[in-house]
């Protein structure tokens, strides 16, 4: 089965900008871009770290606080209220960037996406070089796939070249990314297997199991006990 890496999806054409970056102009590039934050890149190529709407609307959220920081302020608290007195991308920007590489794929960006509170994540090479960039939307063009393309890959994938089963054997129907598969396997414990790995198939959405079996090899006889679920 073709793993999807973030190779596939991320967009190569990244809207950046420098640690020298104004504040203003970091504000019209995003709106110019309809993007939510840009990569701050070294002169080498390397993201040093990321400017987002949120890092610059601190600057709004301390109009009229007093300039200085309390004793007992929080850390976070803080960095907020520096960040509110920057002018440039080197002093606004989130900084070690969270980032990943051309080669993982779409499920760990989502993971780390989710776990980091982020909607987009610069793609780097083993260098640190900003290649491109993933955002939450890019990850969800795997189920922008076509469903005979989805049935293609299941048939030929799953079945025939993974598990060894003849397509006479399951039907799979494929509607708007649901695949449903019927039939009849020799094993019980095959279904469960068969689901797995067309779950695991690229876009798609949901799988309705309507197979069946001759053999149920889930069970020992001589205990009645379940042994595999």
């Known amino acids: 089965m073709k793993r999807w890496s973030v190779s596939d999806v991320m967009t190569k054409d990244v809207v950046t900008v420098t640690t020298t970056a104004h504040y203003k102009d970091i504000v019209e590039r995003l709106a110019s871009h309809a993007v939510s934050a840009v990569p701050v890149v070294a002169d080498d190529g390397r993201v040093v770290g990321v400017v987002s709407e949120a890092d610059l609307l601190h600057k709004m959220e301390f109009v009229g606080v007093e300039p200085y920081a309390g004793f007992l302020e929080r850390k976070q608290r803080r960095t907020a209220r520096a960040k509110s007195e920057a002018d440039a991308a080197g002093a606004l920007m989130s900084t070690p960037a969270i980032v990943i590489t051309p080669a993982e794929s779409v499920t760990t960006a989502a993971k780390l996406m989710d776990a980091q509170r982020v909607k987009r994540i610069p793609v780097v090479d083993r260098n640190g070089r900003l290649v491109g960039i993933v955002s939450r939307r890019d990850l969800l063009r795997v189920y922008l796939r076509d469903d005979d393309a ?44 068969v689901v797995r790995l067309v779950e695991c198939v690229a876009g798609v959405v949901d799988v309705k199991d309507h197979l069946t079996y001759h053999h149920d090899d889930t069970t020992d006889p001589s205990r009645g006990r379940v042994v595999f679920r």
Do not use: F, K, M, Y
Request: charged fraction near 20%; glycine fraction near 4%; charge should be negative.
């Open 150 to 193: 989805i049935r293609a890959e299941v048939v030929n994938d799953v079945l025939i070249r993974t598990l060894w089963i003849v397509p006479e054997i399951v039907t799979v129907d494929v509607d708007r990314g649901v695949v449903s598969l019927s039939g009849t396997v020799q094993q019980r414990s095959t279904i469960a297997l």
